[in-house]
T-cell receptor, first 113, second 117 residues
């Protein structure tokens, strides 16, 4: 089955520390991959996406993600966490033959002062 | 940038009544829009794919007669929850695919909180 898995429902880092949020997909054909952020009681904002081309994708707010086909992964990173990064992060994919996004279960990022 | 607008952002309705939620793409055309439901502290579950000028495609387990979707124009899709019950209370989010974008860019609305009392 085509799915998206996010390891770790909660991640806590200190302000200024590296942020690493994990995402793996399961499909024989690599899907289009996305990371979205959701602040409380709000919709989703696109951080970045991978469709084709360069496997290291840079997004907004200093985030980036690297597509690794051999590991079926698309982990999200940010070198230095800021308090304003605290939110829910969703990894999502558009699998071959589908038009809609399939979402992972989400990871809540907490940033400690 | 592209913006998707949802209205209302919050609505309270009585059990047994119907409520309509609108999803508009403000500065782009969207032949395809999607409706999701999100329970507190959970992920987004796709309810249906809304197709401009044709019938919506519903996901398995979603009652099409209860969740009516209309996509009358390239910028507007509506979700009507009919005969609402308290268990329909949830956060509903729409999204829209930018027409003709090979990068599959999809933008989300701000969501609508529905409370059925």
């Amino acid at each position: 089955a085509q799915s998206v898995t996010q390891l770790g429902s909660h991640v806590s880092v200190s302000e200024g520390a590296l942020v690493l949020l994990r995402c793996n997909y399961s499909s024989s054909v690599p899907p289009y991959l996305f990371w979205y952020v959701q602040y409380p009681n709000q919709g989703l904002q696109l951080l970045l996406k991978y469709t084709t081309g360069a496997t290291l994708v840079k997004g907004i707010n200093g985030f980036e993600a690297e597509f690794k086909k051999s590991e079926t992964s698309f982990h999200l990173t940010k070198p230095s966490a800021h308090m304003s990064d605290a939110a829910e992060y969703f990894c999502a994919a558009i699998h071959t033959g589908r038009r809609a996004l399939t979402f992972g279960s989400g990871t809540r990022l907490q940033v400690q002062p | 940038g592209a913006v998707v607008s949802q209205h209302p952002s919050r609505v309270i309705c009585k059990s047994g009544t119907s409520v309509k939620i609108e999803c508009r793409s403000l500065d782009f055309q969207a032949t395809t829009m999607f409706w999701y439901r999100q329970f507190p502290k959970q992920s987004l579950m796709l309810m249906a794919t809304s197709n401009e000028g044709s019938k919506a495609t519903y996901e398995q387990g979603v009652e099409k007669d209860k969740f009516l979707i209309n996509h009358a124009s390239l910028t507007l899709s509506t979700l009507t929850v009919t005969s609402a019950h308290p268990e329909d209370s949830s956060f509903y989010i729409c999204s829209a695919r930018v027409q003709g974008d090979p990068g599959n860019t999809i933008y989300f609305g701000e969501g609508s909180w529905l409370t059925v009392v």
